[in-house]
Structures are given as C-alpha cells and as structure tokens.
C-alpha cells in the first residue's frame, strides 16, 4: 500500500502547488499607468521628427505607439499584431487607448496612439496562468497513466494469473509454480498460494505411492492364496471341496486384476508405468491366453506367424483385464479372431454377454467409468479398460471397444515389427 500512498501524496502536493503558482501570478499582477510627462516628450520628438520616425526606435517608451497622419494612414507601428484591429484614433479609444494628437503650431500632423499597459499586463498574466494549467494538466495525466499502468502491472495482471493458477490447482494441475515478482502487492498470499499448491502436490504424491505401495504389498500374499489353492486342487479329491477352492481361486484372479489396475494407475500419475517393447513372435498370444483362461472358455483361431513389438508383461496385462471382464460380466465363450489390417495384427476378442449400449463405448476407456449393463452387482474399479488402452497407446497400438448383435468386442491393433 505504500505505492498508493506516495502517488496520493505526489498528486496532492502537485495540486498546492499548482495552486500556489496560480496565486502568485494573481497577486502579481499590478493595474499600470501611462507615464503623460513621457507621453508628451514622445509627442515632442515625434513632431520635431516626423520625417524621420524610425528614430523613436531607440527611445524605448514603456508601452508600444503607433502614428496616425492626418488622413488617418499609418506612418509609424511596432512589430507584431498588437494594433491590428486598430485602423484609425477612433477604434483606438474605443479600446481604452490614449489618443494624443502631434501638432506643429497651429498644422495638425497625426495623432500617436499609446497602448495600455494594464491590458499588456493583463494578457500576460493570463498567458502565463494558460501555461502553468496546461503543464499541470499534461503532468497529471502522466502521473495517471503511470499509475495506471502500475495498477495493471501489479494488481490486474497478477490476479489473472492467481485466478488461471487457481483454475489449473481446480484441475490436479499440481506441478507448474505460481511466478512471484518484486513489488508484487499480492506477495505474501501469491507465496502462501504457493506453499498450499507444493502441499497439495506432496499430498497427493504421498497418497499415490502409498496406493502404489499397498497394492504391491498386497499382490504378495493374494498370489501365495492362489498358489496353495491350485495346489490343493490337485490334492483334494472331494468335489464339493474342490468346488470351493475353485471359486477361492476364481476370486484371488479377480483380486490380482484389480490390484494389477490399481498399482498401474497409481504408476501411472507417478510417470512410472513404463513399457519395454522388444521383438517376439506372434506365438506368444497362445501362451498368454492361456495364461488368464482357467475356465477354458477361449475359442482361439490359428494365430498367424509373424513378429510383434511389445512388452510381454504389459500385453500380458491388457489380455488379461479383457478376459477377466468376460469372466465377470458375461460368462460365455470368448472367440479370439486375428487378421492383418496396415501395420498391426488385428485382434479380436468376442464375448456374447449383454453387451454395451452404443453411447457407452467411448465412454468405457474413460477412468473409473462402469458400464450400466450388469456392473451394479459386481465388484470394479472401472480402470481396466482405461489402463489397457493406455499400456496399448504406449506400445504404439491401439484398443477399440465394439458393440456386437450379439455380446461386445474388444480389438487389439498389435504393432508388428
């Protein structure tokens, strides 16, 4: 605040003083007289010189002349525009000039016009307040535009920029810092608006890793749960006890994908969800479809031979979100086509559930969202598509959700290589 301070203050002393040079030209000015004694001495000489009047040059009377001859024509005037509406003695004292006629005896030769010196003073006095009102006003206009500007650099700007920040913090937008400048007068809460933000981002990096680090911890003891079930499947030979471990089995799959889902979206704000794509042959889908195929309900085509750029594990994790989602939503056959469409090895893998309606499938790769078909009753993070579509972009493919007459279609474009 003390920038406003200052300029109120400068504005107020360039007012007094404004106001005192006004004064002051006022008092000065002082009501003068024509000297008549002087006069008459400059009558004297004109008459003794009427044919020569340039010598009233150097005279140097207090006021300015001009000389009338007798038909009224000017014999003698100053320099400048003083007399201008003067053409004859008469519009002379129509002003209020002194009139004095030049005679030699009894010959009238002219008549000498004397300005009035108080009208002299009086013009001047106004041209010299005109000039210091002019300059006052051109100074305060400066001083506005000054503080105008002021204003704009260090309130109006800084606050659109709080109020953009502001709406970047609204969106997660954590990590940009808010730019703070000298003589910011929104300095101590810009730096406190920043300390919230950096709090907010150590917040959430916290709660990332410790979703991150939970749900790797929790993988641990799920897979040791699925391991001793498939080893007591082979154990038991009591078909009601093996149905149980069946369906404990079935679940501890269930969990991993979601665990699996968790960990890589929590990776995934954390800049960690890498991909290493290498070289392998197309042989490897068989194996992973297997892999996440328990029920044996995977219908599969001949897999065409050829070499495909990705990463086991990440695909691994694609197949198996898109399968563990048949298994929870539709439970029926899965048929898995293959074709070559451009630079990838097209993919298709069909349920014949209920499917999805027409304006959910742009939607189902969209974060946390379920479809409205048969999810209300199942547990879901509504991540697995997501996180699919996201590992397949990185890989450079890509992943389609299709409605089907019958059932719902997820397509793979699997890069080749």
Not at 90 to 104: E, G, T, V
Not at 111 to 132: C, E, G, Q, W
Not at 135 to 151: G, N, T
Not at 330 to 355: P, W
Request: proline content about 2%; overall charge negative; charged content about 25%.
């Amino acid at each position: 605040m003390r920038e406003f301070r200052k300029f109120f203050i400068v504005q107020v002393l360039g007012v007094i003083a404004l106001l005192a040079a006004l004064l002051v030209i006022a008092v000065s000015y002082k009501s003068r007289e024509i000297d008549v004694v002087a006069a008459n001495d400059y009558v004297q000489t004109a008459k003794e010189n009427w044919d020569n009047l340039e010598v009233l040059d150097d005279r140097g009377f207090e006021t300015d002349i001009l000389i009338f001859d007798r038909d009224n024509q000017v014999v003698y005037s100053p320099e400048g525009d003083l007399f201008s509406e003067i053409h004859s003695p008469l519009d002379a004292m129509r002003k209020n000039m002194l009139a004095m006629p030049i005679c030699d005896d009894e010959i009238f030769l002219g008549t000498m016009v004397f300005l009035n010196p108080s009208k002299t003073a009086y013009d001047d006095t106004v041209r010299r307040i005109f000039l210091i009102a002019f300059l006052a006003a051109a100074i305060m206009l400066l001083s506005y535009a000054a503080f105008f500007y002021y204003i704009n650099r260090n309130i109006i700007r800084p606050f659109r920029r709080m109020k953009k920040y502001a709406a970047l913090i609204a969106q997660g937008k954590l990590d940009e810092p808010l730019i703070m400048e000298r003589n910011n007068i929104f300095g101590i809460f810009t730096e406190t608006f920043d300390i919230m933000r950096e709090e907010l981002q150590r917040a959430k990096d916290k709660e990332k890793e410790l979703i991150a680090s939970l749900s790797h911890d929790l993988k641990t003891p799920v897979t040791g749960i699925k391991l001793i079930c498939e080893l007591l499947e082979v154990k038991v030979e009591d078909e009601y006890v093996r149905g149980k471990i069946a369906g404990i089995v079935r679940k501890t799959g269930e969990m991993n994908v979601l665990l699996n889902n968790l960990l890589s979206s929590a990776l995934d704000d954390l800049s960690e969800m890498n991909v290493n794509c290498s070289e392998v042959t197309s042989a490897v889908l068989g194996d992973l479809l297997d892999e996440h195929d328990p029920h044996k309900k995977i219908v599969a085509a001949e897999i065409p031979g050829c070499l495909i750029n990705v990463d086991r594990n990440r695909l691994s994790q694609v197949i198996g979100n898109i399968i563990s989602n048949s298994y929870k939503y539709a439970d029926t056959r899965i048929d898995v086509n293959y074709s070559f469409h451009e630079n990838y090895l097209q993919m298709d893998i069909l349920d014949y559930g209920k499917g999805v309606d027409e304006e959910e499938l742009s939607l189902l790769t969209n974060k946390f969202y379920r479809g409205k078909n048969n999810t209300s009753e199942k547990e879901g993070s509504g991540l697995g598509l997501y996180i699919s579509k996201e590992l397949m972009e990185k890989m450079q493919g890509q992943l389609i959700c299709r409605g089907e007459k019958e059932g719902f279609c997820v397509t793979l474009m699997i890069p080749l290589a």
